[in-house]
């Protein structure tokens, strides 16, 4: 749970007479218009129940556009006291199955069949979903690499921020659902990174292979310091990553992993009294950067295999042909070990440098 030390300006005084229960939700809706200044969140994030609402961050002073970054939050606290876990989704503005998942969960999770607290954040980059770019589209910035934030920075680190300090740090384990976009078709998995704290990298796990995706991955720690995994991580908390699927396409399949996984992770924690949905994963990992093929030139990519299939050393996988020329030869891709190919680029014009594939080794558990 947050903490009850009022932090913020704009947070509800709950002993104030108007707004006792019954009359909160008005008093921090009224108190939003006229208000750009201050941040706000118009529910109380401790009040039993299910709540909808709008987390509004004052963005730098800048000639057009919105005064406002504004997103949707969903805050369940359930009838029993237990776990906080925290669903982010749409942190790339063009993977949308986590943010399709996590609206469906705001409508459909029950609070009296709760135990602890979920909050829902399904649309973190909202500018980027409703204009389909990928980065934050006020101030150009990859949202993933703004984290912890500043509170008097960009407007992506600014709602990092207001991310980190309100929904990661209570939580004790963070969902991150996403896709590839439309940079690579990923196979449906679950991920955790590697970390060297053996306990928290055990409970990671265990949330990952209860998620129940097809494939469960380990990815390496991330190299940069100002992702959401590394702030987390640096938070000591539990993480878990999804891909699923990619290619900007919305598919059934992908969809309906997301969201029983989603439930799945809170009948691990105990947070919902069912049964697992049992399920089948194979167990991969990625355990360097030599696990990642990237263009030797400017180029049309046709890719030649199938995300799921196994590859050979020195196997081709797809082919770089240049437009510019109609008597220049085309490169081969060729994988650098035997692998299983995780993830492809979907094909189309790339440039030298840019990422083409993701191979994974099987392992045991």
Known sequence: MLPTKKLYTADID???????????????????????????????????????????????AQNDGPVQYTIPVCVINGHQPGPTVTFMAGVHGDEHEGSLTLHRLARELDAESLQGTVYLLPAVNIEGLQSAQRFNPLDEQNVDY?????????ASE???????NRFIKPAELIIDLRTSGNQLQFIPSVAVRFNTDKALAKSSEECMIAFGAPNSLRFPTSSTENSI??????????????????????????????YSGCLNVLRHKGMLKQELELASTRLLEVRDTSYYVYAALDALYEPRVH??????????????????????KSTLVHSSRDACLLATHPGGYVNKGQLLAILAEEVQA
Do not use: C
């Open 14 to 60: 709950l002993d104030s007479p108007e707004n006792k229960p019954g009359n909160v939700a008005d008093a921090a809706i009224n108190n939003i218009p006229g208000d750009s200044d201050h941040v706000q969140l118009n529910i109380d994030t401790e009040q039993r129940g299910k709540h909808h609402g709008h987390l509004s961050i004052p963005l730098p």
């Open 307 to 328: 995300p799921g299939e196994n590859v050979w050393h020195q196997q081709p996988m797809g082919l770089l042909t240049p437009i510019d020329n109609t008597d220049e």
């Open 146 to 154: 703004a984290f912890p934030g500043t509170e008097t920075g960009s």
């Open 229 to 258: 995994q590394a702030t987390v991580n640096a938070m000591q908390k539990q993480y878990v990553q999804t891909e699923l699927g990619g290619g900007t396409i919305n598919s059934v399949r992908s969809l309906s992993i997301a």
């Open 158 to 164: 600014r709602l990092a921020f207001e991310i980190t």
